[in-house]
């Protein structure tokens, strides 16, 4: 299978810091910061249409040893009522939280969950570092991302509910393999489910970074896919089927971590996504991204 990738429009958010997670409902993008106090909220048109405080730092950016450092975020159904549930990396014990916002957005406030039960059970795994999660069926599956020091990937296949359950809520976890030459080590660091198709999508990044709290120099950033990813998640280890170094498809990806990916539309030609980027200096940067897949 063969993906050809083309950027239909790109946009630079100087005021929204570290795009960290993007997620579509409804005809509006919920985009999150991992040092950012507020939820954006845009229409499909890259218009800003509300914010929604999630914290109350004086500065722009949160402080980096105070940040819950939200890395990814997902619709969830709680109770009948569709729901953006965002996470944090898990790298300290600040950022083992969770936050969940009802939707539509009007009027609903923020509340906040610790997930440490869950990530407690996560001992084999080296070095917590959540940055990816998304909805595939009756799985959940979440990433957490590897560094220059521990340069292994991993996939955590839990259940929908394993907020609700997290002392006995099943777990597998994979290995993320890829069995491609890339220029350095490429971190996940995000998920993303095409149900039509079931493939995972799974962007990459590559950072010089050596554990699972600093930032390092940006290197490349890569989208890759699994395709029957249903059949896979045993606790087996998961193979990249393909990948794309997205630097080639468009110079305006260079310099640019892609942090986020939400799918918005699928026709039986193309796949169409928005992504989100973080530079590292302060300021977001959208992408809107055509994909025809080939056998």
């Known amino acids: 299978m063969k993906a050809t990738i083309t950027l239909l429009k790109s946009l630079l958010l100087n005021d929204y810091p570290s795009g960290s997670a993007i997620n579509y409902y409804d005809g509006h993008l919920y985009i999150i910061g991992d040092d950012a106090n507020t939820l954006l909220i845009l229409d499909s048109n890259y218009n800003e249409v509300n914010t929604v405080p999630f914290f109350h730092y004086e500065e722009k950016r949160i402080p980096k040893a105070k940040k819950t450092d939200l890395e990814t975020a997902v619709i969830v159904d709680v109770d009948g009522q569709k729901s953006l549930l965002a996470l944090g990396s898990a790298a300290t014990k600040e950022r083992e939280m969770g936050v969940l916002l009802p939707l ?152 640019e971590k892609v942090e986020g990916a939400c799918l918005s539309a699928v026709t039986d030609q193309a796949w169409y996504l928005h992504l989100v980027a973080d530079n590292d200096l302060g300021a977001s940067t959208l992408f809107h991204i055509k994909v025809v897949m080939e056998d």
């Not at 890339?182 to 950072?207: H, M, P, R, T």
């Not at 989208?223 to 305006?252: C, M, R, T, Y």
């Open 104 to 255: 539509p957005f009007a009027e609903n406030k923020p509340s906040y969950i610790s997930y440490a039960p869950f990530i407690k059970r996560l001992q084999q795994i080296p070095g917590i570092n959540i940055e990816g999660a998304t909805l595939a069926g009756c799985h959940f599956i979440l990433s957490n991302r590897g560094n220059e020091s521990n340069p292994v990937n991993h996939l955590i296949i839990t259940t929908p509910d394993f907020l609700q359950r997290q002392d006995e809520a099943a777990i597998h976890i994979s290995k993320l393999v890829i069995p491609f030459s890339l220029a350095g080590f490429a971190g996940v660091s995000e998920l993303c489910y095409i149900e039509q198709k079931d493939v995972l999508l799974i962007i990459l990044s590559s950072e010089a970074t050596g554990n699972t709290y600093d930032d390092g120099a940006i290197g490349d950033s890569y989208f890759g896919w699994v395709k029957h990813i249903s059949q896979k998640l045993n606790g087996e280890d998961v193979l990249l089927d393909g990948i794309v170094n997205l630097s080639g498809v468009d110079p305006a990806f260079k310099g």
